[in-house]
């Protein structure tokens, strides 16, 4: 297990800033994601992880060791891309075993390894199969297999799932991150699925602009994002304007259009005047619906869509000039019981004060 610290890198790209003087410290054996939107220096940072890239600037450290200007072969860093090509004329077992006959690794030993990799991802039974003969799901693991096989010292993954349809993501995502804690092998994963992140990261950053705009488990993250682009781009949200117009004991009292909301700081770091502009973000499923006024943050309207999905109904909820999304699970109100005026209330603790 090594930790990866990553020091005030910074890479361009021409006038392009794809890094930006970025600090980051990943933990031994933890399963960290980078998400972001497209551009933001995701790939660009694993690349220089892998020694694809060089930084123009800052260092590079796995565990101890200094390894900013080592070419990709002496990292020791096991890696699975988007497109994980497998050799289409050799069986799963020789695609496996080739990082190690390159490294000429004893005959007996290579036959060990191999089958232990294969093992590790439960392809065993399949060993003598040519790509072709494997399902999506079954070539990505061999793709796995042929990073664990070399023992590497760090795993980095880029979109390594993207080719797969939804219920293989769902069952391969659950697969690495039981191969990686098996392994306690430190992994850095980009991915554009939040999902995927959510559903089993250790840890996240989301980025924009080559910088990390928040850092912290799916869970901080989800439930507080920090500022209004980590709300805007992790799962959905409503982002409401005011105006603070008082605070106490940690809550802050903000006046918008629907209702006055009594929520807290995304940011704990972030003063709020009185009189100061804000967004509240409120989840869509945090809402609750009522025929009776709520005590505390409620919004009198009255819902004008619904689009009904069975476990959940997801309604467009209008209050005056303004409209908001709610998600109701287990759903009451629809058809006749969803006529008429109602009340969306929410708790202060999901209601999220940013800077707009
Ligand atoms: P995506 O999610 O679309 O893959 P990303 O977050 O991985 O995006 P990067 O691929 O790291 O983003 O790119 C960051 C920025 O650097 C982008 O503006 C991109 O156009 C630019 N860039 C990346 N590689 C090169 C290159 N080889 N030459 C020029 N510009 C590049």
């Not at 439930?223 to 603070?244: D, K, Q, S, Y």
């Amino acid at each position: 297990m090594i930790s990866i610290g990553i020091q005030k890198v910074s890479k361009r790209f021409g006038a392009t800033v794809a890094l930006e003087a970025l600090d980051l410290a990943i933990q031994p054996g933890e399963l960290f994601f980078l998400l972001g939107p497209s551009g933001c220096g995701k790939t660009t940072l694993l690349r220089c992880l892998a020694g694809f890239e060089r930084p123009d600037s800052g260092t590079i450290r796995f565990g101890e060791q200094d390894v900013t200007r080592l070419p990709p072969h002496e990292r020791n860093a096991g890696m699975v891309f988007q497109s994980y090509a497998l050799w289409p004329h050799m069986s799963v077992v020789e695609n496996v075993a080739f990082g190690l006959e390159e490294r000429r690794v004893p005959a007996a030993e290579l036959e060990r390894r191999t089958a232990q990799a294969l093992e590790a991802v439960q392809l065993g039974a399949l060993a003598e199969r040519k790509p072709h003969q494997l399902s999506g799901g079954q070539q990505q693991r061999v793709a796995l297999a042929r990073a664990l096989v070399v023992r590497p010292r760090c795993l980095l993954l880029d979109e390594p799932l993207s080719n797969l349809d939804a219920r293989l993501r769902a069952e391969m995502r659950s697969e690495i991150r039981r191969v990686c804690k098996q392994h306690q092998l430190t992994t850095v994963y980009v991915t554009h699925d939040q999902k995927e992140a959510l559903a089993i990261a250790d840890r996240m950053a989301v980025m924009e602009a080559g910088r990390i705009l928040q850092l912290g488990m799916p869970r901080e993250i989800y439930a507080r994002p920090a500022t209004a682009t980590v709300a805007r781009f992790i799962g959905e949200t409503n982002l409401i304007a005011g105006r603070i117009v008082g605070g106490e004991s940690g809550r802050l009292l903000v006046d918008t259009p629907v209702c006055r909301f009594h929520g807290l700081a995304g940011d704990p770091n972030e003063v709020h005047r009185r009189g100061a502009e804000v967004l509240v973000s409120v989840r869509p499923e945090c809402w609750r619906l009522a025929r009776q006024q709520p005590a505390m943050n409620a919004v009198r309207g009255r819902i004008a869509e619904t689009a009904y999905l069975g476990e959940v109904a997801q309604h467009r909820f209008v209050s005056g000039e303004s409209e908001l999304k709610l998600f109701e699970l287990n759903p009451r109100f629809v058809g006749t019981a969803a006529q008429g005026e109602l009340w969306a209330s929410v708790d202060p603790e999901d209601v999220v004060v940013l800077k707009p």
